[in-house]
């Protein structure tokens, strides 16, 4: 399986890369300002796109690939890469209440195939500033995950029609103790 690795210019995203090719799959990662042909010519069977340190609209050609490949080719955003998922479709992107740098949440899910064999709730490791607007978030996708505690934040997404997942939080992180069974359901599951 080829996993085309968008990099937001993060360190963050090499974990991906390991977490990806120990569960077997095959990674390339392109950086931001390749274009959407260079991503095609990977024929990817799967599609991730990376934290980084800026805002969606930054983010390069990620909302792009979302857009134009996401329909088709199963595709999990990852921190910025969940903004920017969100963003592609209309969503807004706002300040959150919390800084959340390092720090750890625990999170509720809904039972869905990304969180195959993950308990209810989770603990997940958070490095983030801003957060995808709950009044903004495009009808077209639900909410599969929310901190627990009383904020009630958006942590997970899934777009309706098309395979199309982002997480808020990072499953490459050590202090995700249960990261890498997400990555691995995304990598094994998300077919519709």
């Known amino acids: 399986m080829k996993v085309a690795v968008i990099d937001n210019i993060d360190s963050f995203v090499y974990n991906l890369v390991q977490y990806i090719g120990v569960l077997g799959a095959q990674p390339t990662v392109r950086r931001n300002d390749s274009s959407l042909e260079e991503i095609e010519e990977i024929e990817p069977d799967r599609i991730v796109i990376s934290p980084g340190p800026k805002t969606p609209k930054d983010s390069?050609?990620?909302?792009?690939?979302?857009?134009?490949?996401g329909k088709e080719i199963p595709t999990l955003g990852v921190c910025l890469g969940h903004q920017a998922i969100a963003y592609a479709f209309g969503g807004k992107i706002s300040p959150a209440d919390r800084l959340m740098h390092g720090k750890t949440s625990m999170i509720n899910?809904?039972?869905?195939?990304?969180?195959?064999?993950v308990p209810n709730p989770f603990e997940a490791t958070r490095y983030h500033s801003l957060i995808v607007d709950q009044s903004t978030l495009p009808d077209c996708?639900?909410?599969?995950?929310?901190?627990k505690d009383e904020h009630r934040e958006i942590m997970g997404i899934e777009h309706e029609e098309y395979p199309i997942m982002g997480v808020q939080f990072h499953p490459e992180s050590i202090l995700t103790p249960l990261g890498k069974r997400i990555v691995k359901n995304f990598l094994e599951v998300v077919e519709r």
């Open 109 to 117: 899910h809904d039972g869905g195939k990304l969180y195959r064999d």
């Open 60 to 69: 390069g050609i990620s909302p792009e690939v979302v857009k134009k490949l």
């Open 141 to 147: 996708f639900r909410v599969t995950a929310r901190t």
